[in-house]
């Protein structure tokens, strides 16, 4: 089944610690993103991506970094400079933009030690 | 500037219909969607609507598009334990290269 995998789906991070989350998708699709989600609230986004080695800022990229070197995968990297880590991470990806609909993965919870 | 409004909660008792309302500012023509987020989860997506229509139904799922006053509604028929989840609506706007735009997501509640 074609599908959006992230992990860990758990995750805790150290002061002063970088940490990266995984997103590979197996849809061929061209577009990924990076969003944010705090309780209560909609989803922010981070990063985002329309094809390979390509890669654009979202609302919230401070603190974050991210790199597109293959279509199928698309990690964040959460940076010790990120002061308030602890949030659901959603990873989506698209055939393409315009108006083709995002598909999500489950999700990684980060939480900090 | 561009916002999308949901209320945050909506309780509704199993077998009843539930209307999830959802407001949205942009001008330009978009697409509006809906998702469906269960705990620890991530979002399903339910179905998508251009702006240029008015409803669309997909088995207990109905869509109704006011283009006039910017409301957008997802009606649930026949309420099931199941649906128990947050939902939230998203905008897509031409002139925002199709970068989604959220609402906050409403709880839907399920009185037995």
């Known amino acids: 089944d074609g599908g959006i995998t992230q992990s860990p789906k758990y995750l805790f991070r150290k002061e002063g610690q970088n940490v990266t989350l995984s997103c590979e998708q197996n849809?061929?699709?061209?577009?990924m993103y990076w969003y944010r989600q705090d309780p209560g609230q909609g989803l922010r986004l981070i990063y985002y991506?329309?094809?390979?080695?390509?890669?654009q800022k979202g609302d919230i990229a401070e603190g974050y970094s991210v790199s597109r070197e293959k279509k199928e995968s698309f990690p964040l990297t959460v940076t010790s400079a990120q002061k308030n880590p602890t949030a659901f991470y959603l990873c989506?990806?698209?055939?393409?933009?315009?108006?083709?609909?995002?598909?999500f993965g489950d999700g990684t919870r980060l939480s900090i030690l | 500037g561009e916002d999308v409004e949901q209320s945050l909660f909506l309780s509704v008792r199993e077998g009843d219909s539930s209307v999830i309302n959802c407001t949205y500012t942009d001008s330009s023509s978009t697409y509006l969607y809906w998702y469906k987020q269960e705990p620890g989860a991530g979002l399903q997506l339910l179905t998508y609507?251009?702006?240029n229509m008015d409803m669309k139904q997909d088995q207990r799922l109905t869509v109704l598009l006011n283009k006039k006053d910017k409301h957008l509604s997802l009606r649930i028929a026949d309420t099931q334990t199941g649906d128990s989840a947050i939902y939230f609506c998203?905008?897509?706007?031409?002139?925002?290269?199709?970068?989604?735009?959220w609402g906050a997501g409403t709880k839907l509640i399920i009185k037995p």
């Open positions: 609507i251009f702006s």
């Open positions: 849809l061929n699709h061209d577009a």
């Open positions: 991506s329309q094809i390979v080695n390509d890669f």
């Open positions: 989506a990806s698209s055939r393409g933009t315009g108006y083709q609909p995002q598909h």
């Open positions: 998203a905008e897509s706007p031409m002139d925002s290269n199709y970068q989604l735009i």
